[in-house]
């Protein structure tokens, strides 16, 4: 499966972004998505993730409220909406799934993801 992020940009502090995650060649159905981020000098990070049907999600303590995930299979498109967002939420933002066969999901954990596309920056200004 390929993956496609798109929605980064610059945005004020407080402002909102919504990111996208498109996939090609595959249905998304039988997969897990997450999303990652990556700051300068600092390792990915997982920040929000979401079971292949959508119903069970995870957001990282440090944007739960802020951030919401959600998915639309028909569309084969994955989404990350960004409210009240921070400078320290300045990063490049990665897409990555992973295949399931039930309905689970996987740790938001980098290393539990197979499939990557390539990232979408964020920049925050204050």
């Known amino acids: 499966v390929q993956l496609q992020a798109s929605g980064g940009g610059l945005v004020q502090a407080g402002g909102s972004l919504r990111l996208s995650c498109a996939a090609s060649g595959y249905t998304l159905n039988n997969y897990a998505v997450g999303w990652f981020r990556q700051a300068p000098g600092k390792e990915r990070e997982g920040v929000s993730c979401i079971s292949r049907g959508g119903g069970l999600t995870y957001h990282a303590d440090s944007v739960k409220g802020r951030f919401t995930i959600s998915r639309d299979n028909a569309k084969r498109t994955v989404f990350l909406q960004m409210n009240r967002i921070r400078p320290e939420d300045t990063a490049v933002y990665y897409c990555?799934?992973?295949?399931?066969?039930?309905?689970?999901?996987?740790?938001?954990?980098?290393?539990?993801?197979?499939?990557w596309g390539q990232g979408t920056q964020v920049t925050v200004s204050s």
């Open positions: 990555a799934a992973r295949r399931v066969i039930v309905t689970h999901l996987p740790d938001c954990d980098p290393d539990e993801f197979d499939y």
